[in-house]
């Protein structure tokens, strides 16, 4: 007899899931933002960082919100 998991633990586990890569991806970002700004000397290199580590941000925004309708389909199809 399978266990079925509570709605509480699904959307935690979601929200870990979906909050903790997006912050790391969103503080790095920010991170390289901010060093294009201060940096004048490297413009070229920190504006690569920082467009790179957007376009990283944002795939993964989109990849997650993907996996998480897919996850909240599947609970509440349940």
């Known amino acids: 007899m399978p266990m079925e998991a509570s709605p509480i633990i699904v959307g935690v ?7 903790f890569p997006g912050g790391v991806l ?17 413009i070229p290199v920190a504006r690569r960082i920082a467009f790179t580590r957007t376009r990283e941000a944002l795939i993964l925004g989109v990849l997650l919100a993907i996996a998480t ?3 909240i389909g599947l609970a509440r199809h349940r």
Do not use: F, M
């Open 13 to 19: 586990l979601i929200g870990i899931a979906v909050g």
């Open 26 to 42: 969103y503080a790095s970002a920010r991170r390289a933002w901010t060093d294009l700004s201060g940096a004048r000397k490297a």
């Open 69 to 71: 309708g897919v996850a």
